[in-house]
């Protein structure tokens, strides 16, 4: 994952400054969801894992796929990246583009983990801090994982704060030389 993340920057940061200076955020947003859903499909991927499909094909059914709710710009952005055999990379383009999204306006979106149901005191001290960090405003969302076995796990963006015992314990084995 943290490859595919890499991959997508560039992309991202392109789409994103472009979007940024036309002062379409909003609209490269809805269309870069639109294609990332497209390319999830699995008749899609199927497709766009064709070794007898060119880049050209890829590209042409994944834009015919995207009909009228993508514009000319997002099309051409779609074709830059079939021709560098990326378009599999839509999905971390999209999300990264959603991050700088947020940054922009301040306002990060923050996945928590926990091994156990989180109360709303807890969360709210967490929100609170994580505001302060981040200089932003912020919302939660929150899931369980049992096997974090305790602890959190904090995604914002591409950063990550493992707090749980299986990361700790994961970290020990690699300092003892058991990995």
């Known amino acids: 994952m943290a490859e595919l993340i890499t991959l997508a920057r560039p992309y991202a940061k392109a789409a994103f400054e472009y979007a940024r200076t036309g002062k379409s955020l909003d609209a490269w947003s809805s269309s870069l969801a639109v294609v990332a859903g497209v390319i999830q499909q699995p008749v899609v991927e199927e497709n766009l894992d064709s070794p007898t499909k060119t ?3 890829k590209a042409a059914l994944v834009i015919e796929l995207c009909g009228e709710e993508i514009d000319a710009k997002v099309k051409n952005f779609v074709a830059v990246m079939a021709d560098n055999k990326r ?9 990264l583009f959603e991050d700088f999204k947020s940054q922009q306006e301040k306002f990060s979106d923050i996945k928590v983990s926990s091994a156990f149901k989180l109360d709303s005191a807890v969360e709210k001290t ?16 929150t899931s369980i994982d049992r096997s974090l076995i305790g602890g959190v796990v904090i995604r914002a963006g591409d950063m ?10 994961a970290k020990l084995s690699e300092t003892i030389g058991l990995n």
Do not use: F
């Open 55 to 57: 880049s050209e094909q």
């Open 87 to 95: 378009l599999g990379l839509l999905v971390e383009v999209q999300q």
């Open 126 to 141: 967490l929100a609170d801090k994580l505001r302060k960090a981040l200089d932003s405003e912020v919302a939660l969302s």
């Open 160 to 169: 990550v704060i493992d707090g749980s015992v299986r990361g700790r314990l």
